[in-house]
């Protein structure tokens, strides 16, 4: 019975694995979702179509991957940048631009997971629970409310507005090489600084 590669991970595994998504992110760009296929990831990468499957079983897995690791890299850089703030307006402010600095650091990685969001749909339709992402702004707000560091607001909505405006910018800056979402962050930053009252400089 085969070893299933994703359990036992070795350097030379994580390197191919690595360079096989980054092929896929390349495919996805240039040739959209339907031309992205075992076989066009396996070209670029110049190897057979057996070692692609041996570590990603169908395409869907290889396009989950992409996603899975855009997520997982941006979520250290943020987890990284955040971890030395003080106050809640600090992290909301390092949240923003430290994603949005990763944003303007990987757009082609950004607009192919887009591409891929775009192409496949969650199974059962839109999912109830709440965006674990706005869940996070959703509380970092809530615990400033509760020390009396922002003022009430409907922390729900604000943190969805935080990741709508972030997803807006991420997503022009996918398709629009003028784009700059840096700057972006500041204006967003500044927005929502008032409308918690800050009264110290992020």
């Known amino acids: 019975m085969r070893t299933n590669p994703a359990s036992t991970p070795s350097p030379g595994g994580q390197a191919r694995k690595a360079q096989l998504v980054a092929c896929a992110v390349d495919a996805l760009v240039e040739r959209g ?17 057996g070692v ?12 989950g991957e992409v996603v899975t690791s855009l997520y997982r890299d941006a979520g250290q850089q943020i987890a990284e940048a955040t971890g030395d ?11 923003i631009r430290s994603n949005l600095a990763f944003v303007a650091d990987h ?10 969001a775009a192409n496949i749909r969650p199974h059962g339709g839109v999912p109830a629970e709440e965006d674990p992402l706005s869940a996070h702004l959703r509380k970092l707000i809530e615990r400033g ?9 409907d922390a ?7 990741r709508a405006s972030i997803d807006a910018a991420a997503a022009r800056a996918a ?4 784009a700059d979402p840096r700057g972006h962050a500041e204006h967003l ?6 409308a918690l009252q800050a009264t110290e400089t992020p």
């Open 52 to 63: 692609v499957t041996y570590h990603f079983r169908t395409k869907e897995d290889l396009l």
């Open 156 to 162: 729900g909505v604000l943190a969805m507005t935080i």
């Open 189 to 194: 930053v500044l927005i929502v600084r008032r």
């Open 175 to 178: 398709w629009d090489p003028t």
């Open 85 to 95: 703030s003080d106050s809640v307006i600090g992290e909301l402010a390092t949240y």
């Open 33 to 49: 979702f339907a031309g992205t296929s075992v076989a066009e990831v396996a070209r670029r990468a110049g190897v057979s179509k």
């Open 145 to 153: 409310q509760a020390t009396g560091e922002v003022t009430e607001v």
């Open 107 to 116: 757009p082609r990685h950004v607009r192919a997971v887009m591409e891929v």
